[in-house]
């Protein structure tokens, strides 16, 4: 798919990432990519995002991860993932040998937990990294790294140090200052943003069984559908306050959704929930943007993207 190629830039570094199309399956819905090499066109998508790797193996939450909800998604995976030292050694190099162009998704509890990250993913000759930083600062409090923008523009500039890659760092919602945290970032030298996270939220049933009600709760992280205006609001401010590129996810399932994140000025997609519902979505998704351009003779996606700038 020639006319999807989208070259993501940060014009202060020159640091850019060539993605064959602008379609990126989301981490956490996508395991280590190889499970779906069977089953997808890898040639529809620009990348993959892993499922957030920790320096050490993580087990996950025990008991009810997932909960559904009306245009949505609750889940507490607890980032349950093989750690790097496991991802590096068994799952990269099927990742390397099929051409599997992916971000490698990081998460961690300190910065230097971070830091050590940075630094095997430098050593690998990683391409491109995104760091998750809606993780919580043991250190700090539990706070989440991504919601102070002291702490996110220390960690983004001690990770900068050290990666010389594709620096994506990815912003969390759960603030009513998206743009400091974004400004933050950009300052402490990351070459995109990618936004947004799952929200915080509950997720309650309540049934009347034998005369009495039954309660059932699980709290963690919204997404799907039901987020998509949050994340277009989201997307809309960080774009006014960076000029490095964003890539936007957050209830992405029709090619409609493409054209109103565009309009609020991301430069790439990531689907997430909807792979759950659809499991070709993103195939489906790269097809019809390519079929809408060719139809309505735009020369590329570039030009595409162009059209929504100059409104
Ligand atoms: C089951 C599940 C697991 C996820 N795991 C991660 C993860 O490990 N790291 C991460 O940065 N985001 C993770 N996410 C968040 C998604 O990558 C994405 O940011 C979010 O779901 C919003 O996009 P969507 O509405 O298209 O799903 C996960 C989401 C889901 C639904």
């Given at each position: 798919?020639?006319?999807?190629?989208?070259?993501?830039?940060?014009?202060?570094?020159?640091?850019?990432?060539?993605?064959?199309?602008?379609?990126?399956?989301?981490?956490?819905?996508f395991?280590?990519?190889?499970?779906?090499?069977?089953?997808?066109?890898?040639?529809?998508?620009g990348?993959?995002?892993?499922?957030?790797?920790?320096?050490?193996?993580?087990?996950?939450?025990?008991?009810?991860?997932?909960?559904?909800?009306?245009?949505?998604?609750?889940?507490?995976?607890?980032?349950?993932?093989?750690?790097?030292?496991?991802?590096?050694?068994?799952?990269?190099?099927?990742?390397?040998?099929?051409?599997?162009?992916?971000?490698?998704?990081?998460?961690?509890?300190s910065?230097?937990?971070?830091?050590?990250?940075?630094?095997?993913?430098?050593?690998?000759?990683?391409?491109?990294?995104?760091?998750?930083?809606?993780?919580?600062?043991?250190?700090?409090?539990?706070?989440?790294?991504?919601?102070?923008?002291?702490?996110?523009?220390?960690?983004?500039?001690?990770?900068?140090?050290?990666?010389?890659?594709?620096?994506?760092?990815?912003?969390?919602?759960?603030?009513?200052?998206?743009?400091?945290?974004?400004?933050?970032?950009?300052?402490?030298?990351?070459?995109?943003?990618?936004?947004?996270?799952?929200?915080?939220?509950?997720?309650?049933?309540?049934?009347?069984?034998?005369n009495?009600?039954?309660?059932?709760?699980?709290?963690?992280?919204?997404?799907?559908?039901?987020?998509?205006?949050?994340?277009l609001?989201?997307?809309?401010?960080?774009?006014?306050?960076?000029?490095?590129?964003?890539i936007?996810?957050?209830?992405?399932?029709?090619?409609?959704?493409?054209?109103?994140?565009?309009?609020?000025?991301?430069?790439?997609?990531?689907?997430?929930?909807?792979?759950?519902?659809?499991?070709?979505?993103?195939?489906?998704?790269?097809?019809?943007?390519?079929?809408?351009?060719?139809?309505?003779?735009?020369?590329?996606?570039?030009?595409?993207?162009?059209?929504?700038?100059?409104?």
């Amino acid at each position: 798919m020639v006319k999807l190629e989208t070259t993501l830039k940060n014009e202060k570094t020159s640091n850019s990432l060539t993605l064959k199309t602008p379609i990126i399956g989301a981490s956490g819905t996508f395991g280590y990519n190889s499970e779906f090499v069977d089953f997808i066109d890898l040639n529809c998508f620009g990348a993959i995002a892993t499922k957030g790797i920790t320096l050490e193996k993580r087990p996950g939450n025990s008991g009810e991860r997932i909960f559904e909800v009306q245009g949505g998604m609750i889940n507490r995976i607890g980032l349950e993932n093989v750690g790097i030292e496991a991802f590096v050694k068994e799952k990269m190099p099927y990742l390397l040998e099929h051409n599997i162009d992916f971000l490698l998704n990081i998460a961690g509890s300190s910065i230097e937990d971070y830091e050590k990250l940075a630094q095997i993913a430098q050593e690998n000759n990683i391409k491109a990294l995104e760091v998750n930083v809606s993780c919580p600062n043991v250190k700090q409090g539990c706070l989440e790294f991504g919601l102070n923008p002291e702490s996110l523009f220390k960690l983004t500039q001690k990770i900068r140090q050290i990666y010389e890659g594709f620096l994506i760092v990815k912003l969390s919602p759960n603030t009513s200052d998206i743009k400091s945290l974004a400004t933050a970032t950009e300052q402490g030298g990351a070459d995109c943003i990618s936004a947004i996270n799952t929200i915080r939220a509950l997720g309650v049933k309540v049934d009347f069984i034998g005369n009495k009600f039954i309660k059932k709760s699980v709290q963690g992280g919204l997404s799907g559908s039901c987020i998509k205006p949050v994340a277009l609001y989201m997307v809309s401010e960080i774009k006014r306050a960076v000029k490095i590129p964003v890539i936007a996810m957050g209830g992405i399932s029709k090619l409609s959704d493409l054209f109103e994140f565009l309009s609020v000025g991301a430069d790439a997609f990531e689907i997430g929930t909807a792979n759950f519902i659809y499991p070709s979505i993103c195939t489906s998704l790269a097809r019809e943007l390519n079929e809408f351009i060719e139809k309505n003779n735009f020369k590329n996606f570039e030009e595409l993207k162009e059209q929504f700038k100059n409104e």
